[in-house]
DNA sequence: CTGAAAGCGCTAACAT
DNA sequence: ATGTTAGCGCTTTCAG
């Protein structure tokens, strides 16, 4: 009974329990057309050598990896890392495997060598998990870049024969925006993304879209533009107060510049609601835990990353199965108003603990 | 020239170029011994076709597959999610793929089927991302799980024979505690993670050995734990209050509490630094951006990341190379301190805006 | 019900 | 310098 350095093999269980590969195979696979007294011996073998079936040789003779590729840039921030999250839960559960492959910037432009890694793994689809940023999504014209590989995107501009599925920012711009006004706010600012991101650009359209519906008159100074960090979220607020001194509520593109215009507020001696009113964007855990507490719009990555998944593997099977394809659609979930302390002006019983989560 | 279906695979390269697939192979490996005129040819052909090796199939035969896997819990959280990015990148910067797998609970101890997973996927190392929580190291006593693949663990007690890399985090807490002293504050209490984790314990230990070496006693009601949300922070702190009325500091296990606390200390209308001088742990981007901002301990979660990922390539090239195996160690990474606002009871030149990072 | 042969895409070892 | 043979670990025909 030599057992090999490395592992148990097909071949291992096959020679001990007696009977050829096949039948192993056939055991191992749950397949009806064997003994049960084959099968009783040939399971106690497997179990004895502890043999397990190689997913990759698998992999290689079915052409179907049950493993997913996923891109994604700036893990480091919270928010391609909650999306991230969800897609490995979602993944997990759906049974497949994940191959991650950071990218180093959000506008790469050379997604060559990434398709040609997910693809020389034989990976069954791609999820683009990369926010749409500047030009990075020149490359789809390219019809180098091979369709054959089914690929869902995350967080862009839905378009024609592609799958997408994104949460609403547009909406969600205009939910923040709409609810200041029903405060009682009317000069209300915006602090935005950068505007190369497709994301920033949806917010900052909902603010003015909803401003002008409502007959007040949007103009450059009432909006100044950050990165996402905090940091810049301190310098824009202050340029804000500069340009816009009249200004009476701001809408904040994510919660982390938020929280530096809710510090930057509370230095100048300025009360919150009272004073100003603040809407963030996210819903980061901690959001609930700033002072006052952030109103903020509520996306829902979990949910993003399982209908991403859901679709994709739908695209999958399908593309097997040689059945119909897919008609490839774009989905763009609704986000949600999350409101706390920093945009309640009117109700007088106020949750200032923050905690409502 | 018949155009398969799928995609061109070395066969169809070599009856293109009318070689062999010996010395496509050649070619694609860059061997010295082809003739520079077949070399180019099938150059060409490999070109115009967009042929691309299989790295499934090199690695089963190579027995090799440029692929770690890593195994993390909690991606949600910052902590992981931060420990994973490191790990992206420089698993990426080694030219490694990386297989991602995320278990639902920290305190897993069916670990079994992870390690198949990874393992049929012929992974060549494995890095145990999740924190050491409760039992879930036990599964280590198994002799049961092979250790012929090689296995990297990130945040847990070193211990002999296994590679861990880690932070130190006993000499966090003392790093917080001792500055505390330095500035005067003598009553000094801590919010604690779940005591099932090693970090929290770790950090803990640090508070406690300061206080006592510094001739302070150290009671229960001096601490409370939390769960690292900021959530529990909030009641922690509330708690340690009643407790301990004559507290003037708090160490804060993570910065996520640590904003929470802050919040509800200036709910209570206390000063921060000069009544109450708070330290958390982490140095999360938003810290600096507390209100005050936080005196925090830093992590560099990246470093960490490199450092595993360099111990287990040296592993790994090691045992393949039939080279005397790698001496496997411990290596705990030193922290240090960023002194922000929160803690700064002495200076009178105070950076109150945040933003130093 | 079971086995033999062929082959997934590639490379190592041996020819020539 | 190039081709042939064998085989990585498995599954899919196709025969019995």
């Known amino acids: 009974m030599r057992q090999k350095t490395v592992r148990a093999n ?4 096959a020679s001990v329990a007696g009977v050829s590969t096949q039948t192993v195979s056939r055991v191992v696979n749950e397949r009806p057309d064997v003994a049960p007294e084959t099968r009783k011996r040939v399971k106690e073998v497997i179990e004895q050598v502890g043999y397990r079936p190689s997913e990759l040789a698998r992999s290689l003779i079915s052409q179907r990896s049950y493993t997913l ?27 497949y495997s994940l191959l991650l492959k950071e990218i180093p910037h959000f506008d790469t432009n050379s997604i060559e060598p990434i398709f040609q890694a997910l693809r020389s793994r034989h990976v069954d689809g791609i999820i683009w998990a990369v926010s749409e940023v500047g030009e990075n999504r020149s490359w789809m014209k390219d019809s180098q870049i091979d369709s ?22 547009y909406l969600g711009g205009r939910l923040a925006v709409t609810h200041l006004l029903e405060q009682g706010y009317r000069q209300i600012g915006h602090i935005s993304g950068p505007l ?19 007959g007040i008159l949007v103009e450059d100074r009432q909006w100044a533009a950050g990165n996402w960090s905090s940091a810049s979220g301190a310098l824009a607020v202050e340029k804000l107060f500069d340009q816009y001194p009249e200004m009476d509520a701001i809408f904040v593109a994510n919660d982390q510049m938020a929280l530096s215009a809710l510090q930057v507020i509370n230095q100048k001696g300025l009360k919150i609601p009272e004073d100003i009113g603040v809407v963030g964007f996210d819903n980061i855990p901690e959001s609930a835990f700033f002072w006052p507490s952030l109103t903020t719009v509520k996306q829902d990555q979990y949910h993003v990353a399982k209908v991403a ?16 394809p897919v008609q490839l659609k ?19 019983i106020k949750n200032k603990g923050g905690g409502q989560l």
């Open 309 to 324: 998944v859901e679709e994709m593997i739908k695209i999958i099977e399908s593309s097997r199965g040689g059945l119909v």
């Open 148 to 169: 054959e590989i089914p690929l869902v995107f995350l967080t862009m501009e839905p378009q024609k024969n592609v799958t997408v599925v994104s949460i609403n920012n």
């Open 196 to 214: 190369e991101w497709w994301e920033a650009r949806q917010r900052m359209k909902g603010w003015k879209d909803v401003l002008t519906e409502a």
């Open 330 to 348: 774009s989905i763009l979930l609704e986000p949600s108003l999350v409101v706390r302390c920093s945009s309640m002006r009117f109700e007088t």
């Open 10 to 13: 097909i071949k291992d269980v």
């Open 69 to 95: 590729g996923v891109v994604i840039a700036g893990l480091k921030y919270i928010g391609p890392s909650a999306a991230l999250s969800g897609i490995a839960s979602a993944v997990e559960e759906a049974g």
